[in-house]
């Protein structure tokens, strides 16, 4: 029992009367535990929008969204008696742009700032903090700084910290890695990879980088257009035809892959997730 | 948030839209000084009339308008209650002698709480918050137990009413006539329209283009700085802030969380926007030359003649 989409429908009600359809009749289900989603699709296309639906933020204008339980639709939430804090606890949701909600004098404070809204004392959230930190790759000096006199890069660490430090069961990432260097984005996204295989969780990722796709999702989502079309495994969405249609590119692995197979006409019949695999199964054919 | 319209653009054809808005602006200015000089229940149904007829023929929704009207409505309400309140000209209409007593006060606080926690039940929130209204009245006037406080005499007098009302309609018909203008006027070519008018200020050494630019920023950076307060607003929900709940200690974090982010991102973008304005040459009080160069046509004459003659009219309602 996680997140569940039951034909849910969001339109942006604008200055023009007509608004905009920026979802259309989505049906989901995402697990608590066990699944690294990877939500992908061209920039206007609903993934933000889809993100802001799994932990409340946004009110499907038709249809429902099942949180743990919870029953939100435009109904439920009307009367104002539904409390949608805890689900927001429960689910993370880092912005596109975390580094904008940072406000505190220091570091430490903004990254206690959200356990404390949920009740978590003083002492544990300094504590949180701490772990939060560490585990996004600063050290500990930075919480006695000021948010403000950050790099970019670090700014986002710390914002992702904040998220952290909540220890959500469900933890969704609205383009994390946009604007690290090459090495930051793997630490990052080992961060989230271990979240996820050490305790468990599910993680949902929005991103642009095929490469991230492939080798850390073992499930992703396509939106286009307002529309989810594609569920499923990440290894037969690149073995399809329509990738090119979508506007996606192929992970590296698997271009290299295609390119020694065409230069030296191999067959490999794998799918190797990184370089590694891909250096096993040449071994293999070659031997 | 995303349904304020002050100061938004909305491109559409209309003959609004072709007018220069040089004499879109001074047309502004003189219909709205019509409207305070004129002072009779005729002649304000002859104003409003001829600012639904502007709405018609610029082929402007209406609808969207009352949108643009609802941020004001608390302001139109309250101007109202204050001028029936307190303007006590003219003939009495209606009398109320009001007891503040030791027993209706402690009801009266009784019922406000009892209208707290059952308005959450109630379907027609509106209706039931008028009931609250006229049962404050009632108690107020009925129940005169108790140690006298304080006996005040609600009252309503014609004029208080007459000027109240009036107020009132000045007030929608200057909100009306100013988003019409904003709503037909781009941006770029309102700031060269307010560039010429202020014109005459450069006596006073007034930098009148800056002046202007000044204005013509603000405008522009309404929408997009509510779209990031929107934006940061939930992002801070996202962190357990909420913003139906909290006492007061909890209100006052909230506000900051969303205030810090505001001003930073406010002096952030006016630093982008400054650099980029320098990389396109822009020096302050530089004379510079136009792509668009404003064109003053007949249609444009034919309206200040117009809208002149409305004036003279109302100014003829005053003194003769």
């Known amino acids: ?287 | 948030m995303r349904n304020i319209v002050i100061g938004r653009y909305v491109p559409g054809s209309g003959f609004l839209y072709r007018l220069d808005p040089r004499a879109k602006l001074l047309a502004l200015i003189i219909l709205i000084v019509a409207a305070f000089l004129i002072d009779s229940f005729l002649h304000m149904a002859v104003a409003l009339a001829v600012v639904l007829l502007l709405l018609l023929a610029g082929r402007i929704s209406v609808k969207r308008v009352y949108l643009g009207l609802r941020p004001i409505v608390f302001l139109l309400i309250f101007t109202f209650i204050f001028q029936v309140l307190f303007n006590r000209q003219g003939e009495l209409l209606f009398e109320l002698p009001l007891h503040f007593t030791l027993l209706s006060v402690p009801v009266l606080v009784l019922a406000v709480f009892f209208w707290g926690f059952t308005k959450k039940f109630i379907r027609f929130r509106l209706i039931y918050f008028i009931a609250l209204i006229v049962g404050i009245f009632a108690l107020l006037h009925y129940i005169d137990q108790g140690i006298m406080f304080w006996n005040p005499t609600f009252a309503v007098f014609d004029e208080g009413l007459q000027t109240a009302f009036f107020i009132m309609l000045r007030l929608i018909i200057i909100v009306t006539l100013s988003t019409i203008l904003t709503i037909t006027t781009k941006p770029t070519d309102l700031n060269l329209g307010l560039e010429h008018i202020l014109k005459p200020l450069k006596i006073f050494r007034l930098n009148t283009e800056e002046i202007a630019m000044i204005i013509a920023i603000s405008l522009r950076y309404i929408p997009t700085l509510l779209d990031e307060a929107n934006k940061i607003m939930l992002a801070q929900a996202s962190r357990g802030v909420d913003f139906k709940e909290g006492n007061l200690k909890e209100k006052v974090m909230q506000v900051v969380s969303l205030l810090v982010p505001m001003f930073i991102i406010s002096f952030q973008r006016s630093d982008d926007l400054a650099n980029a304005m320098e990389a396109r040459s822009f020096v302050p009080g530089r004379n510079r030359t136009r792509l668009h160069v404003l064109t003053w046509r007949a249609l444009d004459t034919a309206c200040l003649l117009i809208v002149g003659l409305f004036f003279m009219a109302a100014l003829s309602t005053r003194w003769l």
């Open chain 1, 1 to 287: 029992m996680g997140i569940e989409f039951e034909r849910v429908n969001y339109q942006y009600t604008g200055i023009d009367e007509k608004g905009y359809l920026a979802l259309a009749d989505v049906n989901l289900s995402i697990e608590k535990t066990g699944e690294f989603v990877a939500l992908i699709g061209e920039t206007g296309s609903g993934k933000t929008t889809l993100a802001q639906h799994m932990n409340a933020l946004l009110t499907p204008s038709e249809g429902r969204v099942r949180i743990f339980g919870l029953k939100i639709s435009k109904e439920t939430v009307k009367g104002g008696k539904l409390r949608l804090n805890p689900i927001r606890q429960q689910v993370g949701l880092v912005f596109q742009f975390p580094e904008y909600q940072l406000f505190e004098e220091t570091v430490e404070k903004d990254i206690a700032f959200g356990p404390k809204n949920f009740g978590v004392s003083d002492a544990e959230a300094k504590e949180r903090a701490k772990k939060a930190i560490r585990s996004v790759g600063l050290d500990e000096s930075y919480l006695e700084r000021s948010p403000f006199n950050l790099s970019g890069g670090e700014k986002k660490r710390v914002s992702i910290a904040g998220i952290l430090a909540m220890e959500p069961d469900v933890l969704i990432l609205d383009e994390p890695t946009s604007g690290l260097d090459p090495l930051g984005r793997n630490g990052l996204l080992e961060v989230f990879s271990r979240i996820h295989r050490e305790l468990d969780k599910s993680v949902v990722i929005i991103t642009h980088d095929m490469n991230t796709v492939y080798e850390y999702a073992n499930r992703v989502l396509v939106m286009r257009e307002g529309l989810l079309v594609y569920d499923g495994d990440p290894l037969k969405l690149f073995s399809r035809r329509n990738v090119e249609n979508w506007n996606l590119n192929m992970p590296d692995v698997l271009k290299l892959q295609r390119e020694l197979e065409e230069r030296f006409s191999l067959t490999l019949n794998t799918w190797p997730r990184s370089r590694g695999e891909l250096l096993k199964a040449l071994e293999e054919v070659l031997s």
